[in-house]
């Protein structure tokens, strides 16, 4: 064993450092199985491949997955509840649901063997993070139709962790008990962790009295600085996980120590950057849509599932001695972009700014207006107590040096918005950071 | 000389300025002081209370969520007669210092009001004053008001 490979644990070696040649032999197969099984048995992709032209045969290897139609969101409401299953009802074991809280339901149904996919999916995460059998982890993403919960519930203990299934909510007593149960790791959203962290704080308990060494985080997007804020908050290391209930629940990529960007779990998924306009694929390095072939799933299966997160993918070595490519950070979603004026804005741009600059808070909120037919961007930033003055210039110079920052970053001119602390309402599941009022 | 000042961060919204006053209200703080600075985009309240109630004040306002902070500013008494502002504004000219804020008491002692200054640089002008016989008052003075 090299010394890279001991100081980074692997979950299956075999799987997650095969030789790329033989990833891609694995994967064509599997495309070929998952392709007949959804052509045969969900009426609605059997029909777009049929009004594409395209056969189950005439998809050999990876190269023919463009050959193939896309699958959407839309899909999973229209076709909503059990239109996109591909086994018999008998064989689901499991139903999850969408954790978005606007438009109709989706769900997603799991067989058994699903189920163990994706537990297994969410075991290499925790592993790459530091975690196995002699960690304490506690869970604090919701339980529920929501994957988070249970999809980290159920990794942990594939690890042979003692889990701690806290689920969301009741800050005071998850602080409680990680500080007396003596909690290793911690699985949450980074916006529900920053919260955690800022309690901890507040409460005067400090991170050395706690034994939190690192977390998956995950669920939404984030940033670099607030990986660095997080990581000094709680003194651990962060690790970025992802996922979407569509095609597994989190762990579909995760980060291993390296914080490098997040490995894609290729040997059950098949992923492609397209150009979210003309649906064309992108070589590696280009930054664009993310789109996933499911290649292992029995209950779903999705093919060319178009996800609407933006990013690069990555699939030069990485040290930790995984060869799955890697996605970078999510740095925006084509919907949740706001176009602003013209020019795209995307939330994690303003964010990046707002932490990177000194005593400003982390909370923001973004509102955007139209007024007399111009698009006007409020940035609404908590004051923090180094940020506070008894003069008014001092107040107005932070306010400025925020304005020309984003002005550098994005190119737009807001209207910086100081609030009071605590104003903005914490999330504890996805944090909400676009009031859109425009009626376009 | 120097007295404790406490600065309240308010948004520039209808009722907040009300929100803060009732909350020192229904805590029994008197205000014997008291500034605005306003803004098109949000305000500080400054407020000058007895030494023994600002940490209490302190407490209950940032558990209502209010950003407050306190800083020692410049006390001093202006006699009630014309020109006498003015003389003391002429020391802080002739010391070459900027004057950041400036307001004064609901109080009268020993025929002067009493102002809060605040300056870029208190301590050359505390030097002049001195020399000017400026009446100065310290926080134990405000105390006992």
Redesign the interface.
């Known amino acids: 064993m090299n010394s890279a490979l001991k100081e980074h644990k692997i979950y299956d070696p075999q799987m997650e450092c095969m030789n790329r040649d033989e990833l891609r032999e694995l994967q064509s197969k599997r495309l070929r199985e998952t392709v007949k099984l959804e052509y045969e048995n969900v009426p609605l992709y059997r029909s777009r491949m049929d009004a594409k032209g395209v056969k189950p045969e005439d998809i050999r290897t990876v190269d023919d997955l463009r050959l193939l139609p896309f699958s959407e969101k839309t899909d999973l409401r229209d076709e909503f509840p059990f239109g996109l299953f591909a086994a018999p009802k008998s064989q689901i074991v499991r139903i999850q649901g969408s954790s978005g809280t606007t438009g109709k339901p989706i769900v997603a149904g799991y067989t058994q063997s699903d189920v163990e996919i994706w537990t297994e999916m969410v075991a290499r995460a925790i592993t790459a993070a530091g975690g196995g059998k002699d960690d304490i982890i506690q869970v604090s993403y919701g339980y529920g139709l929501f994957t988070g919960g249970l999809g980290a519930h159920q990794g942990a203990t594939k690890v042979g962790a003692m889990v701690l299934p806290m689920s969301s909510g009741n800050t005071q007593r998850q602080i409680l008990m990680m500080k007396e149960l003596g909690v290793t790791m911690l699985c949450c959203t980074p916006s529900y962790a920053t919260f955690l962290g800022e309690t901890i704080r507040e409460m005067g308990i400090k991170p050395e009295e706690l034994k939190l060494k690192s977390g998956c985080f995950g669920a939404e997007p984030w940033s670099e600085e607030m990986r660095a804020h997080l990581e000094e908050l709680l003194g651990i290391d962060a690790c970025d996980i992802y996922g979407l209930t569509e095609i597994a629940g989190p762990g579909v990529a995760f980060e291993c120590l390296e914080k490098k960007g997040m490995h894609v779990n290729e040997d059950h998924v098949i992923v492609e950057i397209i150009d979210p306009v003309t649906g064309e694929p992108l070589p590696y390095g280009e930054s664009g849509e993310l789109v996933f072939s499911t290649i292992t799933k029995t209950g779903m299966p999705m093919l060319r599932y178009r996800t609407h997160d933006i990013c690069k993918l990555d699939a030069s070595p990485c040290k930790c001695g995984r060869t799955h490519v890697r996605m970078e950070r999510i740095t925006g979603r084509t919907d949740d972009m706001l176009v602003i004026s013209g020019v795209n804005v995307f939330p994690s741009q303003i964010e990046s700014v707002l932490v990177g600059l000194n005593g400003v808070s982390p909370h923001y909120m973004l509102v955007v207006d139209r007024v007399k037919s111009r698009d006007k961007l409020e940035v609404q930033v908590e004051?923090?107590?180094e940020m506070?003055?008894?003069?008014?210039?001092e107040?107005?110079k932070l306010?400025d040096d925020i304005k020309e920052k984003i002005k550098s970053v994005v190119g737009i001119n807001t209207k910086i918005?100081?609030?009071?602390?605590?104003?903005i309402p914490r999330s504890e599941g996805k944090a909400k950071r676009i009031i859109d009022k425009r009626n376009i | 000389m120097f007295i404790s000042q406490i600065s309240v961060f308010l948004e520039n919204a209808r009722g907040t300025l009300r929100e803060m006053t009732k909350l020192l209200a229904e805590n029994g703080v008197d205000i014997m002081a008291l500034s605005i600075a306003d803004t098109s985009n949000f305000g500080i309240v400054r407020l000058i209370i007895r030494e023994n109630c600002i940490d209490n004040a302190l407490k209950h306002l940032k558990n209502a969520g209010f950003m407050a902070k306190k800083n020692d500013v410049l006390c001093v008494g202006i006699p009630n007669k014309p020109g006498a502002l003015d003389h003391i504004l002429a020391i802080i000219e002739e010391a070459d210092v900027s004057i950041e804020y400036i307001y004064s008491f609901n109080y009268n002692v020993d025929g002067n009001a009493l102002f809060v200054l605040r300056l870029m640089d208190s301590e050359k002008v505390i030097e002049l004053f001195k020399e000017n016989n400026i009446k100065m008052y310290s926080q134990e003075d405000i105390n006992r008001l």
């Open positions: 004051l923090t107590e506070f003055s008894d003069t008014v210039a107040i107005e306010r918005q100081l609030v009071p602390p605590k104003s």
